[in-house]
Structures are given as C-alpha cells and as structure tokens.
C-alpha cells in the first residue's frame, strides 16, 4: 500500500514536474486578489461568486494544456486554420452578437458568454511566432513587416469595429512587441513609426466614434466634462488616490462598492484595489506581474527552438501590453479604452485564454530536449 503511493507520487511530480510553480502562483496570486476586491460584505456577491468558478476552471485549463506536445502548432496547415476560424468569429459577431454597453463583442450563449477578441490575442501570437520563425535571417526586409502587419490588421479592424479600442490596442501591442523581438532595422522602425502616425490620424478622423474621441479629449483635458463623459476617467482616479498608503480594506473601497466607479469589477479593478489596498497593495500587484513577465522572458530565451522562442516572447508581450492600458487608464495616464486586467478582472474568456498561454508554455517546457530544460530550470530558479 505504501509502495503504491509513492509510486503514485513520483508519478504525479513527473507529470508536473515541468511546472515553473513560482510563475503560476504569481498568476493565482493575482486573480485571488482580483477575487478579494470584487467580495463586498453586503448581500450581493454575484461576481465573486462566479468568479471562483472561472479561476477554477482557468486553473484546470492550465495543468491540462501543460501537458500537452505543442510541436503542431508550427504545421501551416495548424497554424491557417486557427486564423480562419478566428476571422470566421471575429465576422460573426456583427450578426449574432450581443450588444452590450454599446459594443458588439460577445456571443450569449446563456449561462456565459465568450468574446473572441480574447482567443484572437492569443492566436495572432501563434501566427506571428510561426511567420517570424521561418523568416529570421530574412526579418529585416520591409516586406515581412508589411506581410506580419497585414496578419494582425485584419484582426486588429474587426475588434476595432466591434467597437472594442481596448483590445485592438493589444493586438497592436502583440505584433509591434513581436516585431522588435524578431529584428527590425533603425531605418524600417522609423518607417512604421510614422506610418502609425498616419493611421492615428486616420483613425481619429474616420474610424473612432463620437465617444471614443470624448475620450481622448477628456485625457488631454481631464476635468473638461467631468460629469458627463470624463466621469469614469475621473472617478478612477479618485479611487486610485483615495487609497493612499495602505489603503481603506478590503470590500470598503466607497468608489466601487458605492458605484461611483463603474464596472470596478473589469475595466476598473486595478482602481478598485488600488483604493482598498493603497500603495503597498499596488507595490505588492506590479511585483507579482513583474514575476510573470520575467520568467516569461526567460523561458523565451531558453526555448528549444524558434517557434518556441517567438511564442513566448508574444506572450510577454500580450501581457505586458493589456497591463499597461488598464492600469495606465485606471490611473489617468492613457485614454479610457475599456480592458481587463490579466489575471485579475472578472470574467471567463480573458481568465481561460491567460491561463491556457502559460499552460502552452509549460508544455513546451516538458517536451523539450532535456538538456534545454535543466538548464532553463536552473537558470529560473537563480533568477528569482
């Protein structure tokens, strides 16, 4: 009897043992105190209660996902589909999904609803690290960004006509980060960089809506409307420095429990904690995103081949893109955009889809040249 169940014990810390545990536990760490900030000690706990089962569910996506072979995802074949199907449902949206809020972006399917603009992250990565790990030597010809570019704006204008700007910033976020970790020239950086100009431009005179631009204005002017349509911005940042030092508590942050701040539970979580939690709740938030992106980089650095490589790199950079538009709208230094904070905000798409990349990434970490691994492992672990 006690023969089996170590042996049963090997087996399961063979299993697992691919498992950066300091990384997911900076992931889990996050979401229960997103978990802590949306619990209000009143009679209405609808999104705590819902959000125990995402994170359950997002938790078990990630151990299944890591212990999977990824090696066909660098198939064409693999890699086409998932983009058509992701087109396909990026499109379908605009026929059967529910509008919500005045955006278009989910599909009600009862007792949940997924919005594809999240799958579309993580599947623009997969495209990426696919094209630029055939191209490598050959990345700093204009052509390959021009061709990734074309990739990622397909996907990028049917999220921005939903209309969701947050989330098509993220996409231009992923495949401008992957773009700089593949190798571009001074001289081509330049280029896209006016050309960006250009598509602002673009944007704010024909693509953006009336409220979308009140938006920006009220960025630039932050107490021009405050009442009208400056009232989130400012409200955020109200609750931002109302926490001051070591916060109100927890479930007494006045702004979000009260719903002066609107939607604390997504588009202003990072508000929402930063008001019961204060400076030091904050330090400890960035300190615990700051782990999963290094070692993020770090398995990046090590990976086994470049698709893997690249992967990760896009991962960092989808992470580190959607953290820095919410907290720096929640906190007055970007444009509101309407986004979720990783790990952290309620819902189930993001929280599965954020969970399923690390999984991937663990199971590429398992299926890996074994010498790769001990060093990557060695390496992680001196890093912390």
């Known amino acids: 009897m006690i023969a ?4 049963g014990a090997h087996a399961r810390a063979r ?3 691919h498992i950066d545990w300091f990384l997911f536990l900076a992931a889990l760490l996050i979401s229960l105190l997103g978990l802590a900030t949306m619990r209000s000690f009143g009679h209405e706990n609808f999104f705590f209660e819902r959000q125990i089962i995402w994170i359950c569910v997002a938790v078990g996506v990630f151990f299944v996902a890591s212990l999977g072979d990824y090696s066909f995802l660098r198939r064409t074949s693999v890699v086409v589909g998932c983009y058509i199907v992701i087109i396909v449902l990026l499109g379908l949206i605009f026929a059967f999904g529910a509008v919500v809020l005045g955006a ?3 599909f009600d399917l009862g007792f949940f609803a997924v919005q594809p603009a999240d799958p579309a992250k993580l599947t623009l990565v997969i495209v990426l690290a696919k094209y ?3 191209r490598h030597v050959e990345i700093k010809h204009i052509r390959h960004i021009l061709v990734s570019g074309a990739y990622a704006f397909v996907v990028f204008a049917l999220v921005l006509l939903q209309p969701d700007f947050g989330s098509a910033i993220v996409i231009a976020g992923i495949w401008f980060g992957m773009v700089m970790v593949s190798g ?6 330049a280029i896209l960089l006016l050309c960006g100009a250009l598509a602002a431009t673009m944007l704010w005179s024909f693509g953006l809506k009336p409220y979308q631009k009140a938006r920006i204005i009220n960025f630039i002017h932050p107490l021009a409307d405050i009442r009208g349509s400056g009232y989130n911005a400012y409200q955020s940042t109200v609750a931002v420095g109302s926490g001051q030092m070591i916060g109100k508590g927890i479930g007494y942050g006045t702004q979000s429990k009260l719903q002066f701040l609107p939607e604390f539970q997504t588009d202003f979580i990072f508000a929402a904690y930063a008001e019961e939690w204060g400076f030091f709740g904050v330090l400890i938030l960035f300190g615990l995103f700051g782990v999963i992106i290094v070692r993020v980089i770090f398995i990046s650095a ?10 990760a790199a896009g991962v960092a950079a989808y ?6 538009v919410h907290a720096g709208m929640d906190m007055g230094l970007l444009p509101i955009t309407g986004t979720t904070l990783p790990f952290m905000s309620y819902g189930g798409s993001h929280l599965v889809i954020e969970y399923l990349a690390l999984g991937i990434l663990m199971g590429m970490r398992r299926h890996a040249r074994p010498s790769i691994r001990a060093r990557d ?8």
């Open 15 to 17: 299993a697992f043992g």
């Open 377 to 384: 492992e060695t390496e992680l672990v001196g890093a912390i």
């Open 4 to 7: 089996s169940l170590k042996r």
């Open 132 to 134: 630029f790990g055939r």
């Open 104 to 106: 278009q972006t989910r």
């Open 319 to 324: 992470f580190m893109s959607q953290f820095t």
């Open 184 to 189: 571009i020239s001074w001289k081509h950086l």
């Open 302 to 311: 090590h990976g086994a081949n470049n698709f893997d490589t690249l992967f």
